[in-house]
């Protein structure tokens, strides 16, 4: 209903199909030394940059998991549960011995931006110190299962859905199997007042663009007002496209059919269609007919990436290549399968004429 669940299979798949193309190869390249480039920036940090610290561990964590290094993963977690906002010591310095446990990094390339992390936190100073101690709070000391708890529907940095699934098929003991379900619901509840409200802002949205059609009559010009994100109940397809949403660049996204009837209609006659973008975990975004491009790995050529910030032009590129990857693998399974139904016609026709040969 949310489409987190679309949008896990969405990435497993895409980790499925990293494949053999240069550039892929070289991006998978890149995505196995990530955490080795997070973890080794903790080698400029003093102890007393805590927030630091623990984000860079928490960032290589996930960079881990991106690139399916497991034994990573569970090793930074344990070195997680040592910090303490007041003893990142501890855990900075297990951190940097996994780091060596696996090859050790190679700093060539990273000097410059290390550096300036550095300066940067030394700047900061006591007060600074004392703010990011307070951002951290106690539930960076849970227990890797007291995580857990928490991870059942999008997770945690440091826990994914696939970990609390993985923790309910474990269950031997009525009081874990309630604690686990009782993160559930505290995690849905919270989710499904979300989806409420985004549901009401569409219903809201789509009754002023019905109004402001009807008193548009000479300008052709297309409505500015959109809703940021919506909610509705939807089917996602493998349709991809391009969508252009808000200021940010053309973004590969996927169609979505409305399956309420009435919501269907008034989106037709606006001209107006649903997608979810990928990378945004099954969130929907209503866009116009000139909002949407048939899907193609590269961007429109009269668009200007340059104004965008690094931040999102990372972003852009990441969720490129999932979409292709998603495509790739989508693409392979369609080819098994027409095979597949090759070959059991092939057999078919083939017992057809032995069962002409024995009746004649």
């Known amino acids: 209903m949310s489409g987190l669940a679309m949008a896990a299979q969405d990435a497993i798949e895409a980790d499925d199909n990293m494949s053999a193309s240069p550039d892929d190869d070289n991006k998978e390249q890149q995505l196995q030394l990530a955490w080795k480039k997070l973890v080794y920036r903790l080698h400029r940090l003093p102890a007393k940059a805590h927030s630091k610290i623990r984000h860079l561990v928490v960032d290589a964590i996930a960079a881990a998991r991106k690139a399916q290094q497991g034994m990573v993963v569970t090793q930074l977690r344990e070195a997680l549960l040592q910090f303490h906002p007041e003893a990142a010591g501890a855990c900075k310095a297990a951190a940097l011995e996994i780091l060596e446990q696996h090859g050790g990094y190679d700093d060539d390339d990273d000097d410059d931006e290390g550096d300036e992390m550095e300066e940067d936190e030394q700047d900061a100073g006591d007060e600074e110190a ?19 708890l928490n991870s059942s529907l999008d997770g945690r940095e440091d826990a994914s859905r696939t970990d609390w699934i993985a923790a309910v098929k474990k269950c031997k003991t009525i009081s874990k199997l309630g604690a686990l379900a009782a993160g559930f619901c505290s995690k849905a509840s919270a989710k499904l007042m979300k989806l409420e409200t985004e549901q009401e802002a569409f219903m809201e949205a789509i009754e002023s663009w019905e109004k402001a059609s009807s008193l548009r009559k000479k300008s052709n010009k297309p409505s500015n007002m959109e809703a940021s994100e919506v909610w509705t109940h939807v089917t996602f397809t493998n349709d991809f496209c391009l969508a252009k949403v808000e200021d940010y660049p053309w973004w590969p996204a996927k169609k979505c059919i409305v399956k309420d009837e009435n919501v269907a209609r008034s989106l037709e006659k606006l001209e107006r269609t649903v997608v979810s973008l ?14 949407i491009l048939p899907y193609s790995e590269t961007s429109p050529e009269d668009e200007d990436l340059s104004t965008q910030r690094k931040e999102v ?9 999932m979409a292709r990857r998603i495509i790739r693998g989508k693409e392979k399974k369609s080819k098994k399968s027409s095979k597949g139904s090759k070959k059991s016609s092939v057999g078919y026709s083939g017992e057809v004429k032995e069962e002409k040969k024995l009746a004649s």
């Not at 951002?135 to 890797?144: D, T």
């Not at 990928?278 to 909002?291: A, F, I, P, Q």
């Not at 032009?313 to 290549?321: G, I």
């Open 130 to 148: 004392r703010k990011q101690q307070s951002e951290v709070g106690l539930s960076s000391v849970l227990s890797f299962e007291g995580v857990i």
């Open 278 to 291: 990928v990378g945004e975990s099954g969130g929907l975004r209503v866009v116009t007919k000139e909002g």
């Open 313 to 321: 032009r990372t972003q852009l590129d990441e969720c490129k290549a």
